[in-house]
């Protein structure tokens, strides 16, 4: 069941659990999340990066919605860190149901005009907008983006950006980063900043890098607001960290319908334990009242 984004994440934030987010990087991912949903009885977002799109090509929109328009599951497709109206426009065309507009690298006054034209070009079609306010992290081998340095949200200027630009939902600097923390000790996440930002916001909040931090400190983010978390790198490791062992075990092999499916029930693994730290699980009947 194909949702807009913003009635897929409103349940959640009303109900204190966080739908993740799953960058699909091929086919081999789209079912590893589907059927870990449905599994599951979770709902769940497909989210597709521009760097995505440009190895996939515009065409796998359309395998995406088929695949989610069949399931029986709530799921949206969202477009992850779009930098322009462009890369928004072409989701939107593509058929996404969500778009983020990511310019938070820009003054606190740019970043505000170009989210409201965004959200004034997505709302006319019915689909959501997520942006960003603060800049997360980036760790190694990180394709995502991100910065150097951490520029944690202002809960004020949280308020005054919801406020202005109309957003559906926001991404949070609180510490988290994209990518592995391969050379540096996993953060300390600033839950009392969440707690003040969420105080200030009431609109469900987006948790980005959410690969590779503290189960404990995640479990806490969605009694504050946090309604969708990000994940992409812990999938992507254990889907990858099982094929190479694989191909290393049977040399011989050549064919993907030997090599993928360990891989792809790695993978699933992963998915399916996130969502039971995210609260997620056994919560898609909450979207048929």
Request: proline share 3%; charged share 25%; net charge negative.
């Amino acid at each position: 069941m194909l949702l807009n984004m913003k009635d897929l994440l409103k349940t959640a934030y009303e109900n204190q659990f966080a739908v993740g987010s799953y960058n699909v990087a091929n086919s081999e991912f789209v079912r590893v999340v589907i059927e870990a949903a449905e599994e599951k009885n979770a709902p769940a977002i497909i989210q597709i990066h521009p760097n995505e799109i440009e190895l996939l090509g515009d065409e796998f929109t359309a395998y995406v919605r088929e695949i989610c328009q069949r399931t029986s599951i709530p799921v949206a497709i969202h477009l992850d860190h779009g930098a322009s109206v462009q890369d928004v426009m072409r989701a939107i065309r593509n058929g996404f149901t969500s778009v983020m507009i990511d310019a938070s690298h820009a003054s606190f006054e740019d970043n505000i005009a170009v989210t409201k034209e965004v959200v004034k070009l997505a709302h006319a079609v019915n689909v959501s907008v997520e942006a960003e306010l603060g800049t997360i992290g980036s760790n190694d081998n990180s394709s995502e983006g991100g910065a150097d340095q951490i520029l944690y949200t202002d809960p004020q200027d949280a308020k005054i950006f919801v406020e202005e630009t109309g957003v559906d939902t926001l991404a949070v600097a609180i510490g988290t980063s994209h990518g592995q923390y391969k050379h540096a000790g996993k953060p300390e996440l600033k839950l009392d900043l969440l707690e003040e930002i969420h105080q200030q916001v009431d609109i469900p909040l987006v948790l980005h890098g959410g690969s590779d931090n503290k189960d404990e400190e995640i479990s806490q983010t969605y009694l504050h607001g946090v309604s969708k978390i990000n994940l992409s790198t812990d999938m992507k490791n254990a889907f990858f960290q099982e094929m190479r062992s694989f191909l290393i075990e049977n040399q011989d092999a050549y064919e993907p319908d030997v090599i993928m499916p360990s891989a792809r029930n790695a993978a699933k693994e992963v998915v399916k334990k996130k969502m039971d730290l995210f609260n997620s699980t056994n919560h898609a009947h909450l979207y048929f009242k």
